[in-house]
């Protein structure tokens, strides 16, 4: 599966506060062995909501959103989805009824927004009965709050599970340039895993970091071994695939 997070809020572009989430969601979605593909950053405005969030449900399987899910002005997601899909907004009768459980007499006209949703919305509930994961098409709509992010993400993690990503590494002394060509070679022959190169300019023991990625375990070790061999006595140590 193919994910994408978008990140909404003008307190995050200005550094009223460092964004929690991503990074959050990037771990888990890593583990459970869903590539990553895109994450923007963008305020709370229905348009450039609209924009980004329907482009990316078109690109991804999934696309999770954080913020503006609220009841203040700012509070502009549920608007900015339904316009970028051609919906309107609807109050859902059974999140009103949870409102109505929860507040009793002091509910308001305001408390009333947490209830407004795409039309066509699909309530999951997962793990957590007693509030529920707003999904409307492929797209989860979280709230920005970190700790509520992460119990609703928790609450539907078990959907996401997929193959897991593997991880091998290999410490060499070099610099990019010099072991280029042989990493050239051992990529194009391997084109199922993933190779990434990045330089360690401050350890003492290596200068660069070859990792090798994929979700097929044998085809993982073969490509680790094979970059490691074809680097020869530059390589300082290998440590062989394991999850992330």
């Not at 797209?139 to 700790?147: E, K």
Request: aromatic share 8%; net charge negative.
């Amino acid at each position: 599966m193919r994910a994408g997070i978008v990140i909404i809020g003008n307190e995050i572009l200005t550094g009223k506060f460092a964004d929690e989430n991503a990074p959050f969601l990037i771990g888990e979605l890593r583990a459970l062995g869903v590539e990553l593909q895109r994450i923007a950053v963008i305020r709370d405005l229905v348009e450039e909501i609209a924009e980004t969030v329907t482009a990316m449900s078109a690109r991804c399987d999934l696309v999770f959103t954080s913020g503006g899910v609220g009841p203040t002005h700012d509070d502009v997601t549920m608007q900015g989805i339904a316009t970028g899909f051609g919906t309107p907004v609807v109050r859902h009768p059974e999140l009103v009824a949870l409102l109505e459980k929860y507040y009793g007499d002091k509910m308001t006209e305001r408390h009333l927004r947490l209830a407004e949703v795409p039309e066509g919305t699909e309530l999951v509930y997962g793990t957590d009965p007693v509030w529920p994961v707003i999904l409307f098409r492929n797209v989860y709509i979280l709230p920005g709050v970190p700790s509520l992010l992460r119990r609703k993400f928790n609450a539907v993690r078990a959907r996401f599970q997929a193959r897991p990503f593997l991880v091998g590494r290999v410490y060499v002394m070099s610099d990019e340039a010099t072991i280029a060509p042989a990493i050239d070679q051992v990529v194009a022959a391997h084109p199922e895993v993933a190779f990434g190169s990045y330089p360690r300019f401050e350890e003492t023991e290596f200068r660069v970091l070859l990792t090798v990625e994929g979700q097929e375990p044998g085809e993982v070790v073969r490509a680790c071994r094979a970059l490691a061999a074809a680097l020869g006595p530059l390589v300082v140590r290998t440590e062989e695939p394991t999850g992330t």
